[in-house]
């Protein structure tokens, strides 16, 4: 059964670094993308990051621009999100996704639990 | 920039009734348009990818239809189990998503 665990979430200071993680175990996680999604309290959700399988290429939202980065170590099974100037705008769950292409478009088919970030003074 | 419009942004149903949910985009993208469905506290659950594609294990009483521009996501009989939110997201070329406003459905 596919796993997505996210970790390294917690409460941090404006303009303080944060680094998430997310171990990912029961599939060949060196053949797909993998995503960064978050949700602001009560709010819909927003797409933070992209990276393709072998970390070749990643992408970004606007509002993480210079701020992020996403990577991955593929020896570790593990995709990490470097948040760097941190905002209270921030403060969100952040979730990991899988990215799989069905019919020219990329979907996430399995997610993590999610890791709560909050960016407070 | 692409836009996307989800509506109604909720909705109050009945057990039984059928319901659908639309997506709107403001450039034709084709059949790239995907479905999600997310209850309180939990990650979001893949239910339709590429517009009308049902994932395994999700019920046959949701279906996904359009193309181009204008995209439904219909229940034909709700279920208890089916009260949550519900968002459309449509991907790029460049891996980004983006994902609509969301729809939620509650019970009337």
């Known amino acids: 059964q596919v796993h997505l665990v996210e970790s390294g979430g917690g409460v941090v200071q404006p303009g303080r670094s944060l680094r998430l993680s997310c171990a990912a175990s029961?599939?060949?996680?060196?053949?797909?993308?993998m995503y960064w999604v978050r949700q602001a309290p009560g709010e819909g959700l927003a797409w933070v990051a992209a990276?393709?399988?072998?970390?070749?290429?990643?992408y970004y939202a606007d509002s993480v621009k210079g701020r992020f980065t996403i990577s991955r170590d593929n020896s570790k099974n593990t995709l990490y999100l470097q948040m760097n100037s941190l905002r209270a705008e921030d403060t969100a769950v952040y979730y990991c996704a899988r990215g799989i292409y069905t019919s020219g478009s990329y979907s996430s088919d399995y997610w993590g639990q999610g890791t709560l970030v909050t960016v407070s003074s | 920039d692409i836009q996307m419009t989800q509506s109604p942004s909720s909705l109050s149903a009945s057990v039984g009734d059928r319901v659908s949910i639309t997506c709107r985009t403001s450039?034709?993208?084709?059949?790239?348009l995907n479905w999600y469905q997310q209850k309180p506290g939990k990650a979001p659950k893949l239910l339709i990818s590429?517009?009308?594609n049902l994932q395994s294990g999700v019920p046959s009483r949701f279906s996904g239809s359009g193309s181009g521009t204008d995209f439904t996501l219909t229940i034909s009989s709700l279920q208890p189990d089916d009260f949550a939110t519900y968002y459309c997201q449509r991907s790029h070329i460049t891996l980004s998503y983006t994902f609509g406003q969301g729809t939620k459905v509650e019970i009337k």
């Open positions: 029961a599939f060949t996680f060196s053949s797909y993308a």
């Open positions: 450039q034709n993208i084709g059949s790239y």
């Open positions: 990276i393709s399988y072998d970390g070749s290429n990643d």
């Open positions: 590429a517009a009308s």
